[in-house]
Structure formats: C-alpha cells, structure tokens
C-alpha cells in the first residue's frame, strides 16, 4: 500500500500570499490517478485538481497542479478569504483503491 | 444535476451494525462505467476509502475493513447500502457516498455526509 504524506501539516499565510502544499507518496503513483481536494470545515470534499494539474469544473485559475513520480504539489496563487481551509491529496491505486493524505490545514496568519 | 445523500443512524451502540444508506439523482447505477463510493472521517482526523460497488455489482473494499463491510445497490430506487457489523467507539465518524466517474478513478462528487457516534 502507498503511503501519501503531506506537508506542512499547517501552513500559517495572509489573502494574498502564495500557497505551496506539498504531497509526497511512498511508491511512484501514475499521474493520472492523483486528485487534490478542499474540504471547509462543516463541509464535504471538493474536488479541486485530478490527473495532478487538471483544474475541475468551476475551479479558479488560482488553483494549480504539478508533479510527478512521488512528489506532487498544490499551488495557490493568491489566497482568498475562502481558501483557507484544509486541503487533502489522494491517489488510486489497486488495494486499497483510494488512500488520502493526512492534510494541510491553511490558516489565516 | 449529480447529488447524494446519506441517512442513517446518528448514534449506535458497540457491537451493533450499522446500516446506511445513500440516495442519489443525476446519475444511474445501471449505466456501464458508473460507480458509488462510501468514505469516512473520524473527527479531526483525515479521509479513509471504505467501499465501491460498480454498475454491474462489482464491488471492492478496504482490506483493512473487508471483513465488517457490505455494499449492495438497488437501481430501481437510485440508492446503495453499506452496512458495518460490529461497531466499535473508533468507527464514530462522518460517513460519505460519493460518485466515482464513469470508466475512471475520480471521485468527483460527494454527499453532504453523516456523523454517526458509537457509544453505549
């Protein structure tokens, strides 16, 4: 099973600051099958980011992916009152076939 | 329009099974591809992948949890079950259904989720 560690566990920014959120997994994970999502405290899941850098429906432009292998990153370009929130990498493999990260937490500093 | 919803139990004892259920609309469960996934979320703590069933009864789980889980699906009524035998206090989280995207690993739609607590 591959292990996906995110970091930092709290990343403390001001709106407007840049945001980098980083996803390490512990065996290479195919592109296409790494997902980033947002989740609001009360709130579900959001899709953000699917095959590491495709932005989902509705998405700002703000939001970016990239990476490869075992290394992926979640960029922020400019952070909204709304983006604070705590922000999840998955990936899908065969067994399990989704496993998360642990999560960032981006808070207002 | 993609949604789902949850309901069930808010609150079972340890030991127990619990039963819940996921009610969707905007998609069918008969169409080749498709699929509905259950997820959970202990308090604070991060996301854990549980169970899928597919469009033709297919149906995978977590190993770690394979032996207390089944999903089971009723097309006609747009809904699917899972059930977890033998409820323990660290089993207290909130419950997700989700819709993983035809022929793909994304999940790309959840449902608003249900905080189910275990305690005597």
């Known amino acids: 099973e591959s292990v996906l560690t995110q970091s930092p566990g709290t990343l403390s920014l001001s709106p407007g600051e840049r945001a980098t959120l980083s996803c390490r997994a512990s065996?290479?994970?195919?592109?296409?099958?790494l997902a980033w999502y947002q989740q609001r405290p009360g709130q579900a899941p959001r899709l953000l980011i699917y095959?590491?850098?495709s932005r989902a429906t509705g998405v700002p432009d703000r939001f970016s992916g990239s990476g490869s292998g075992t290394d992926f990153t979640l960029t922020i370009s400019r952070l909204e009152p709304e983006d604070f929130a705590v922000y999840y990498c998955?990936?899908?493999?065969?067994?399990?076939?989704?496993?998360f990260g642990q999560g960032t937490k981006v808070e207002i500093k | 329009q993609i949604t789902l919803k949850e309901s069930g139990p808010t609150l079972v004892k340890p030991t127990q099974t619990l039963t819940l259920t996921c009610t969707f609309s905007?998609?069918?469960?008969?169409?080749?591809?498709?699929?509905v996934a259950w997820i959970r979320q202990p308090p604070g703590k991060a996301l854990e992948w549980l169970a899928l069933?597919?469009?033709?009864?297919?149906?995978r789980y977590n190993p770690s949890l394979e032996s207390r889980l089944t999903i089971t699906k009723d097309t006609s009524k747009n809904q699917v079950v899972l059930t977890m035998t033998n409820m323990d206090p660290v089993d207290t989280a909130t419950y997700y259904c989700?819709?993983?995207?035809?022929?793909?690993?994304?999940?790309?739609?959840w449902g608003q989720g249900t905080l189910v607590t275990v305690s005597s």
């Open positions: 998955q990936q899908y493999g065969s067994s399990p076939l989704w496993t």
């Open positions: 905007g998609f069918s469960l008969s169409t080749s591809g498709v699929a």
């Open positions: 095959g590491a850098s």
């Open positions: 069933i597919y469009w033709d009864d297919d149906d």
């Open positions: 989700a819709h993983r995207r035809g022929g793909s690993s994304l999940i790309d739609y």
């Open positions: 065996q290479s994970v195919r592109s296409s099958y």
